[in-house]
């Protein structure tokens, strides 16, 4: 099955990053004829150059947040058809870090993924557990209440496990932990497609990458490397 690498700059970059970076993966990704599906998920105002330096490659486009609603008097949102007209494919919702600086329930993250899936994007939907509910072995009812919360009715969707505390903390479940998650979100949506994410890097992606039931990974600071996000996009090969 085609692995799925998704690089969330989070809130990084520049029209310069994107000018060496992109073109950077780009040019890796074709001239290993990578197998995998690659999506570059930059800051909002970047997306418009990055859709013109991803244009007639391997790569497609992402943002990593979207308003649920379609128009309006939301000051500071962007639609789904915005992020569609400039080039997006994909958009993130439901980041653990919007969950929570902004508060974002899981009827939020729903509601954002439904308006992706009609303006034709394909969201990344994140859940994943905080370190207190790992702890108290709480983490899988935690997720699978998440996954059924947030999971829209219809339209193509990918899911994320991305256990909070793991994410930028350099720490990472084990194999077995990841490959249990995984397993237990697939016998609630046997037909999705879930990546992990949380602290990905080049040296620990081909293990993570081979557990039963990982579909690709969400890469965050890794994917502003090009030497670490290309060595990850090079383990799936
Ligand atoms: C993320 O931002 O989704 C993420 C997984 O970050 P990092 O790879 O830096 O842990």
């Not at 998704?6 to 992109?22: D, I, P």
Request: hydrophobic share 45%.
């Amino acid at each position: 099955m085609t692995k799925t690498i998704v690089g969330n700059w989070k809130m990084h970059g520049s029209l310069g990053l994107v000018e060496t970076l992109v073109p950077a993966v780009a040019s890796f990704a074709a001239r290993t004829q990578s197998k995998s599906e690659i999506v570059i998920c930059p800051p909002a105002p970047l997306l418009p150059a990055a859709a013109r330096r991803i244009e007639g490659s391997f790569l497609s486009l992402g943002a990593q947040d979207v308003s649920a609603h379609a128009e309006g008097a939301y000051t500071g949102d962007v639609s789904a058809s915005m992020l569609a007209e400039v080039g997006c494919r994909y958009v993130i919702v439901g980041h653990s870090e919007r969950r929570a600086q902004y508060r974002e329930l899981n009827e939020t993250v729903k509601a954002k993924a439904e308006a992706a899936i009609a303006a034709g994007l394909i969201p990344i939907i994140c859940v994943g557990e905080m370190l207190a509910q790992r702890e108290s072995g709480m983490a899988i009812r935690w997720v699978s209440q998440q996954v059924k919360e947030c999971a829209p009715s219809s339209g193509q969707f990918l899911l994320a496990y991305e256990p909070v505390w793991a994410i930028g903390s350099g720490k990472v479940p084990g194999v077995a932990e990841i490959g249990e998650m995984h397993a237990h979100i697939l016998s609630l949506l046997p037909e999705a497609k879930v990546l992990y994410g949380g602290s990905v890097k080049a040296a620990n992606a081909a293990d993570i990458l081979a557990v039963a039931g990982v579909s690709g990974l969400l890469v965050g600071g890794a994917s502003l490397v090009v030497e670490e996000f290309c060595g990850i996009i090079g383990m799936t090969r």
